[in-house]
């Protein structure tokens, strides 16, 4: 891939007087990123235009990374090595990028993501129960500090591969929630943290994991007969998520989500999460700022917060002033320097509504 250095640069400034007037309180460290409206990078790849298909793999370079020595599973992991404004990068010398996913993607749904960031080198893990890597079944497995330990073990075995730590740990929804609980426990070196709106519920937010739970298993008895094509896929994950988009789904988003997240079974399409283990993690949710309240995070930690909160149109105001509390008391666990970005226009869902617009702010962070 070839890509273009960006023009027109990313601004940090106070929130603005109509943000403010919402109700949202805010203090500490915080940060707003206005993100330009286009995304400037253009990468030389097959697209729609061209009348092209894109590559089935997205570019990626598929892997392993064997845990199970340590005590943890066999994660599969995609690499990809963007080239920089002036060409080629080095895989030994290009900063060095792992990604962790939500639940119910996979490491592959970051595909649109990574390759609009020139000159890294970008490493993403399906996570267990997810994509290619183990799906255990005993009884707990999918309690968030198994999550967590996992992090510390996956990041261990970057380390050892590529030679070098990760120059930074990127994570979307609750597995940030679960990487800076773990990093309270036992330290490893991770570059800093770069927390895609994390969960970050508080005690009744973990109370409407269980709901969610449920309703996640009722889905999985309705989808148990499959769907009829990749693109299905796609078109079923954007109707799921519904409301809780800020925009519908970005084309490519889809693509990488059905590429990577599901398989073709006797003509019918499955998703390689099954329901039944996305619906534990939903169950096993931890109010993230409380189980920090007395411990320190050894990094530095940046929160990408979506404007557009899960919840009611309604009720907009009320949650975004709830959730960036919690962010921002996660953050005060967390070494000098960490900060909650407040990123206008995306919502929980980010990387699939916007991955040019994530790749922007994760590029200005690094």
């Not at 909650?340 to 226009?345: A, C, D, I, K, Q």
Request: charged share 25%.
């Amino acid at each position: 891939l070839k890509l273009r250095r960006a023009t027109g640069p990313v601004m940090v400034q106070p929130l603005p007087r109509a943000v403010l007037a919402s109700g949202v309180a805010l203090r500490g460290r915080t940060a707003w990123l206005r993100l330009s409206p286009r995304w400037p990078h253009q990468r030389r790849a097959a697209s729609a235009s061209s009348g092209e298909a894109p590559s089935p793999n997205f570019g990626a370079t598929s892997s392993w990374l064997d845990c199970s020595s340590k005590g943890g599973l066999k994660h599969r992991a995609l690499e990809w090595l963007v080239d920089g404004p002036g060409g080629p990068v080095s895989r030994e010398e290009a900063p060095l990028l792992l990604f962790l996913h939500a639940s119910s993607l996979c490491g592959g749904a970051f595909a649109p993501v990574v390759q609009r960031i020139p000159g890294i080198c970008a490493v993403a893990c399906d996570q267990r129960g997810h994509g290619d890597t183990s799906a255990p079944t005993e009884e707990g497995s999918y309690h968030w500090d198994h999550f967590g330990e996992d992090f510390l073990r996956i990041v261990e075995a970057v380390t050892e591969k590529y030679g070098r730590a990760p120059t930074a740990c990127v994570t979307h929804s609750f597995a940030g929630d679960c990487a800076v609980m773990a990093l309270s426990k036992r330290s490893v070196p991770v570059g800093q943290m770069i927390l895609l709106d994390p969960v970050l519920a508080d005690p009744a937010g973990v109370t409407a994991g269980a709901r969610l739970a449920k309703g996640t298993k009722r889905l999985g008895e309705k989808e148990a007969g499959g769907f009829d094509s990749a693109a299905a896929v796609g078109e079923a994950l954007e109707k799921v998520l519904g409301g809780a988009l800020a925009r519908p789904m970005d084309g490519e988003a889809k693509a990488a989500f059905a590429a990577f997240g599901s398989f073709e079974d006797a003509g019918r399409w499955r998703l390689k999460c099954r329901r039944e283990n996305e619906a534990m993690v939903y169950a096993n949710r931890v109010a993230t700022a409380d189980y920090l309240a007395d411990k320190s995070v050894p990094a530095k930690v940046q929160i990408l917060f979506g404007q557009k909160r899960r919840g009611k149109p309604e009720d907009q105001a009320e949650l975004y002033a709830r959730d960036w509390d919690q962010a921002e008391r996660v953050v005060g666990r967390c070494l000098d320097g960490s900060k909650v970005h407040l990123v206008p226009g995306v919502g929980h869902f980010l990387i699939l509504e916007a991955p040019e617009v994530v790749a922007e702010a994760i590029g200005k962070l690094l």
